[in-house]
């Protein structure tokens, strides 16, 4: 878990919310075989640029204050089917180990097998950036995110997390990143240097403020969160809670 200690949601505070907009899907097997190969490389076979131009502009470091926009159920991304009977919803921070190590394996494979077009779960992402710079790659999702392609994104931000955070200025490889993930960097560009996504990556921060959230990853199914422990956060534990709540929704449904 990163930095602060974790809390339950308690009665009096929202419950998250299924509003959330989908982007795209989260990758066919191809984009999966792809994005093992980067991580095997080391990132060395990620595709340059093919934009001219000057480098994009790096982002300074941000705290929430410095972003106006309320909380909102709404500024999360969704994968998945909006009626499915089991909605997880997660707070991230793609500087987080925790967050990167839950994500590249546990999450991924979850999402793979469970919220599909056709799955049972809907998956919901908030940005919940706990430091200064990582609103910077937060802000490189929701540009991918315009153009569909936030989950593969996503994906590749923490898997060559190591390359980008060495970098003075990472804009510049999240746009080789973006390339890479099927993004049209001309408008992913600009995107960058607009940085009005950083009102919804603040909403999301502040929308997981109100549920009561502190520390990343935070998890909730259902309404209710996860205990953040090995126990809970393995693929055998939120595959367990999947399948509760999949059973208690079939024994409410009438016939």
């Not at 009977?85 to 546990?106: K, Q, W």
């Not at 908030?126 to 990582?134: A, G, R, V």
């Not at 909403?203 to 998890?219: C, D, F, Q, W």
Request: neutral net charge; aromatic residues 8%; charged residues 20%.
């Amino acid at each position: 878990m990163a930095n602060k200690k974790s809390s339950r949601n308690t009665s009096g505070k929202a419950q998250p919310s299924k509003g959330a907009k989908r982007s795209g899907s989260g990758g066919g097997k191809g984009f999966y075989l792809l994005l093992g190969g980067l991580v095997i490389a080391g990132g060395a076979a990620l595709v340059m640029a093919r934009d001219s131009g000057s480098e994009p502009t790096a982002l300074s470091p941000l705290s929430v204050a410095e972003t106006g926009a309320p909380a909102s159920a709404d500024a999360g991304v969704a994968l998945g089917p909006a009626d499915a009977p089991v909605t997880i919803v997660e707070f991230a921070d793609f500087l987080c180990p925790a967050c990167r190590s839950f994500n590249s394996v546990v999450g991924k494979a979850l999402r793979r097998d469970y919220a599909g077009p056709d799955g049972p779960v809907r998956w919901i992402n908030y940005d919940f950036p706990l430091h200064q710079t990582s609103w910077a790659p937060a802000l490189a999702a929701k540009c991918a995110d315009q153009q569909g392609r936030y989950w593969q994104m996503h994906d590749l931000l923490y898997a060559l997390t190591d390359d980008w955070n060495r970098e003075a200025n990472p804009n510049r490889r999240f746009v080789e990143i973006a390339e890479t993930a099927g993004v049209e960097t001309g408008a992913f560009r600009a995107c960058l240097e607009d940085r009005s996504g950083l009102q919804e990556i603040g909403a999301a921060r502040r929308y997981g403020e109100s549920l009561g959230v502190s520390s990343t990853p935070s998890l909730f199914i259902n309404g209710r969160q996860i205990p953040a422990t090995r126990q809970f956060f393995s693929y055998a534990g939120m595959e367990r809670l999947i399948q509760q709540e999949l059973a208690a929704a079939t024994a409410t449904t009438p016939e």
